[in-house]
């Protein structure tokens, strides 16, 4: 990694975690270089895991906040900076860069990887410029693709009056990045529009408690990092959320804050802390805490994804 050998690092990384599954380092150091290098729900994966362990600092659980895309301004003031240009992408996104990003990807031509254009044809997706989309949608492998491509057909398909096909696409999108609060939106709307008002309205409501996960993610940071009511929503917002790992690490960031500041002693705060590790414990035990699927999409069951399934069989 010291020496730009990214692609090397990677490969190495993943032949550690082979042998030994559950080197907690080496996760950490993969989940940073995927991260480093734009491929964030990939990173995403590895700080699930470590989560289970509450190994995860500030700044790893505030990345698990929003999958997709950095926060504004976290260029430089995070360790976690751009080390390429997918990662350097996300980031001026963030920043409000959009025409910029289009420019500078659209310009590479065959020199993109495969999650450049996947961000390519989603931006041009979210911008109504389906002519180039619905060219790289049809002679796309799905198979493999990430949140991205499948969020720029689900608003290709939404153009074309394809709802079906839509909340298949939008639905696959959220059980990649449950944080995508745009994913949401777009289901929401291509549920409407079948006229299914009330699961229409779960779902947006849905978009608005993420939307305002990354809120709070965006402010906890410099002097407010410590800003144990920004923290306490946030566990709130993340059980709600059914994201019990996260909100345990956060809350365990809380009683560190509340130590500094003499709000408890060391001693409450142990005995919180080891309350906190055996609810962290059961949860994991018992297989509680990843979402069940059905959850992350409001009740929406396996069948939606069947107009998808059957367009690949054609």
């Not at 939106?185 to 996960?213: F, H, M, N, P, Y």
Request: hydrophobic letters at 40%.
């Amino acid at each position: 990694m010291e020496s730009g050998q990214y692609a090397e690092a990677e490969q190495q990384f993943r032949t550690i975690l082979k042998e030994i599954p559950d080197a907690l380092m080496v996760h950490h150091r993969l989940a940073q270089l995927l991260l480093q290098t734009g491929r964030r729900t990939e990173a995403a994966l590895h700080f699930d895991y470590l989560a289970q362990f509450g190994e995860l600092d500030h700044e790893e659980l505030r990345a698990l906040l929003i999958r997709h895309q950095a926060f504004p301004g976290d260029d430089g003031v995070t360790r976690f900076d751009p080390l390429n240009n997918l990662a350097m992408c996300r980031q001026e996104i963030a920043d409000g860069k959009v025409q910029e990003v289009i420019k500078v990807i659209g310009a590479a031509g065959e020199k993109n990887s495969d999650g450049e254009l996947e961000l390519l044809h989603r931006l041009r997706a979210q911008q109504g410029d389906f002519d180039d989309v619905q060219k790289w949608v049809a002679k796309l492998d799905m198979t493999n693709s990430g949140p991205d491509a499948w969020f720029a057909r689900g608003c290709l398909a939404l153009d074309r009056n394809s709802f079906a096909e839509a909340i298949a696409c939008f639905s696959r999108v959220l059980l990649l990045d449950p944080t995508d609060a745009e994913a949401y939106r777009r289901l929401s709307e291509a549920l409407k529009a079948t006229g299914d008002v009330e699961k229409a309205k779960a779902i947006a409501a849905r978009a608005d408690l993420v939307a305002e996960t990354h809120k709070l993610g965006r402010k906890l940071i410099g002097e407010k990092a410590n800003d144990r009511v920004l923290i306490d929503r946030l566990v709130e917002l993340l059980m709600q959320l059914k994201r019990p790992m996260e909100a345990f690490g956060w809350q365990t960031i809380g009683l560190v804050h509340a130590v500094e500041a003499a709000a408890i002693t060391e001693t409450q705060a142990q005995a919180t802390f080891e309350s906190i590790g055996r609810q962290r414990d059961q949860f994991v035990n018992s297989g509680q805490h990843r979402a069940d699927p059905a959850f992350v999409l409001c009740g929406l069951g396996p069948e939606v994804f069947n107009p998808v399934m059957e367009k690949s069989d054609q």
